[in-house]
C-alpha cells in the first residue's frame, strides 16, 4: 500500500449530540455523536461512524492530531482522496 492509497481528512466533531450523523458541506466535515467528550468516549465513537460511512474497518483509520479538540485530523488507510470524496459527496442532501 502506497501513500496514495492514504487520505488524511479534517473533521470537526460535535460530541453528545441529540441527532448523530454525518454532513459535508464544500471541504468541511462535520461528525455529530451521541458519546460525551469523556475517556475518549468521542472519538472512538467518530471513528466508527466515519469507518462506516467510507466503508472501511475502523482499525483503517488513525487519530492523527485532536485528541482533546474538537477539529481532529484522521488518517484513513486503504483509500484514495479521490474514493473519500466521491464516498462522502454520497451523504450530501
Same mark, same amino acid.
Do not use: W
Given at each position: 500500500?502506497?501513500?496514495?492509497?492514504?487520505?488524511?481528512?479534517?473533521? =470537526?466533531v460535535?460530541?453528545? =449530540?441529540?441527532?448523530?450523523?454525518i454532513?459535508?458541506?464544500?471541504?468541511?466535515?462535520?461528525?455529530?455523536?451521541?458519546?460525551?467528550?469523556?475517556?475518549?468516549?468521542?472519538?472512538?465513537?467518530?471513528?466508527?461512524?466515519?469507518?462506516?460511512?467510507?466503508?472501511?474497518?475502523?482499525?483503517?483509520?488513525?487519530?492523527?492530531?485532536?485528541?482533546?479538540?474538537?477539529?481532529?485530523?484522521?488518517?484513513?488507510a486503504?483509500?484514495?482522496?479521490?474514493?473519500?470524496?466521491?464516498?462522502?459527496?454520497?451523504?450530501?442532501?
Amino acid at each position: 500500500m502506497s501513500d496514495a492509497d492514504n487520505v488524511t481528512l479534517c473533521v =470537526s466533531v460535535k460530541p453528545g =449530540s441529540k441527532h448523530p450523523g454525518i454532513e459535508t458541506d464544500g471541504d468541511t466535515i462535520v461528525l455529530r455523536v451521541r458519546e460525551r467528550a469523556v475517556e475518549g468516549a468521542a472519538n472512538e465513537a467518530c471513528i466508527r461512524a466515519l469507518a462506516t460511512a467510507l466503508d472501511v474497518a475502523p482499525s483503517r483509520i488513525a487519530l492523527v492530531r485532536g485528541a482533546k479538540s474538537r477539529r481532529k485530523l484522521l488518517r484513513i488507510a486503504g483509500l484514495t482522496p479521490q474514493q473519500a470524496h466521491h464516498r462522502l459527496t454520497l451523504l450530501s442532501p
